[in-house]
């Protein structure tokens, strides 16, 4: 009979195993924004085994190692919550009227290069239901930024919003979308739907710009998240954003 070392041993190899088989590649073909995150989501779940198996394996009780499957489990929901996100954007301003706006506000020439002139970000939540009709969190993350091409090829314009759990370090996941091909102004909405389980504590998003695949300004906005009840009882409560431009 194994000693429950062994036991223990034995299991956490074969989920380190499993763990190399969902982070293994899925063969040829291109993906879309979110897709190679969703697969990696998967490593959510096998966190929480772990701490599982290693909770059973020292002096805590079982209900603790139910409690870090959970807390997996949450973490993998919310990873591709996040993954398959909502996401919409509209041009506003052509680059011409950006063009214009940033010379006047500016007092002086557009830039030679690709540049973000402005970059609004607000985050709100609010509660709603989902496909079944279940109660469910509902984060709205809405931007409005200005992009100037700079040149005679128009640049890609990205956006990529990622969260980060309470501890400021651990990232949830993250989504990236094409808002354009060309300069201009572009507002849009990325609609994330937080999954039951996840701790209570105040949340980080980070939205990034990026032009021709370079990060070129990122905003930061905080929100309170409790389960169930949006922060202060406020349907639509919005949060500041910190600004960082490259």
Request: glycine share 14%; proline share 4%; with cysteine.
């Amino acid at each position: 009979m194994f000693k429950p070392r062994f036991r223990l041993t034995g299991s956490l190899v074969a989920v380190a195993v499993l763990l190399a088989a969902c982070a293994a590649p899925r063969g040829s073909g291109t993906s879309t924004a979110g897709d190679s995150e969703g697969d990696s989501c998967a490593a959510w779940l096998i966190v929480g085994a772990i701490g599982g198996l290693l909770t059973q394996g020292g002096k805590s009780g079982g209900s603790k190692a139910g409690g870090a499957l959970v807390g997996g489990a949450a973490a993998y929901a919310a990873c591709k919550a996040i993954a398959s996100a909502k996401y919409s954007v509209q041009k506003t301003q052509s680059e011409q009227q950006v063009r214009q706006e940033y010379m006047r506000t500016a007092g002086k020439p557009a830039p030679a290069v690709p540049t973000v002139t402005a970059h609004g970000l607000q985050v709100n939540q609010e509660r709603g239901k989902d496909a079944k009709g279940k109660g469910v969190t509902i984060v709205n993350v809405r931007s409005d930024i200005h992009v100037l091409g700079g040149g005679q090829v128009s640049p890609r314009v990205e956006e990529q919003v990622v969260l980060l759990a309470p501890d400021g370090k651990t990232r949830l996941g993250d989504i990236k979308k094409t808002a354009g091909t060309t300069g201009g102004a572009y507002g849009a909405n990325t609609q994330i739907t937080m999954p039951d389980g996840l701790d209570d504590g105040k949340y980080e998003v980070r939205h990034v710009v990026l032009l021709d695949g370079q990060a070129k300004s990122e905003r930061i906005a905080r929100f309170v998240y409790v389960a169930g009840v949006p922060v202060r009882g406020d349907r639509h409560a919005w949060a500041a954003a910190d600004s960082r431009f490259h």
